[in-house]
T-cell receptor, first 114, second 114 residues
Framework: KAGVTQTPRYLIKTRGQQVTLSCSPI?????VSWYQQTPGQGLQFLFE???????NKGNFPGRFSGRQFSNSRSEMNVSTLELGDSALYLC?????????????FGPGTRLTVT | GEDVEQSLFLSVREGDSSVINCTYT??????LYWYKQEPGAGLQLLTY?????DMKQDQRLTVLLNKKDKHLSLRIADTQTGDSAIYFC??????????????FGSGTRLSIRP
């Protein structure tokens, strides 16, 4: 079974631009979560999507948004990029059942904002 | 508030046991996790424990949970060079969903001495 895939793996953008990152969950997984990882702040939860609906949200500004499609693939968008948005963005998928509490992470997209 | 704390570094000799410690603050935590992150890679779920358990063993890994003190530990027996990585402790809150909001610690970098 293929793992969680994220595209692109690396991205360089300039301040003020916007960016869209993509995540394809493991087949059969309906929940997708996004995290931001930086050396200073560590791993921080951005949001979670389930059945095309945002179910949980972390403490990030409205410039960070996401969506989920009917095939469970998810995209994350960051508008008006700032230097501080440079980070590794990780996506994780899960079955989301009471008897399954495992999240599987993708390799991440490394975003550099110059 | 929600906080997970870990020491930043641990160095052990090859073949010895490694013990990585973690403390958390949220008493409503349902699941506690240990993840491993190797350089340039995403997070790999190593093991998890339900908050009403005291111990879980999985091959070389032993997780101990002291709910009264909100202390979690991961013991790796017979530590090998391939165990070199950053280990993250994490807690999930807000319900049973595996993709509920998850709070991560800052990670413990484990290095192995020959």
């Amino acid at each position: 079974k293929a793992g969680v895939t994220q595209t692109p793996r690396y991205l360089i953008k300039t301040r003020g631009q916007q960016v869209t990152l993509s995540c394809s969950p493991i087949s059969g997984h309906r929940s997708v979560s996004w995290y931001q990882q930086t050396p200073g702040q560590g791993l921080q939860f951005l949001f979670e999507y389930f059945s095309e609906t945002q179910r949980n949200k972390g403490n990030f500004p409205g410039r960070f948004s996401g969506r989920q499609f009917s095939n469970s693939r998810s995209e994350m968008n960051v508008s008006t990029l700032e230097l501080g948005d440079s980070a590794l963005y990780l996506c994780a998928s899960s079955l989301d059942r009471e008897d399954s509490h495992e999240q599987y992470f993708g390799p991440g997209t490394r975003l550099t904002v110059t | 508030g929600e906080d997970v704390e870990q020491s930043l570094f641990l160095s052990v000799r090859e073949g010895d046991s490694s013990v990585i410690n973690c403390t958390y603050t949220d008493s409503s935590s349902t699941y506690l996790y240990w993840y491993k992150q190797e350089p340039g890679a995403g997070l790999q779920l190593l093991t998890y424990i339900f908050s009403n358990m005291d111990m879980k063993q999985d091959q070389r890994l032993t997780v101990l949970l002291n709910k009264k003190d909100k202390h979690l530990s991961l013991r790796i027996a017979d530590t090998q060079t391939g165990d070199s990585a950053i280990y993250f402790c994490a807690e999930s809150i807000e319900g049973y969903s595996s993709a509920s909001k998850i709070i991560f610690g800052s990670g413990t970098r484990l290095s192995i001495r020959p």
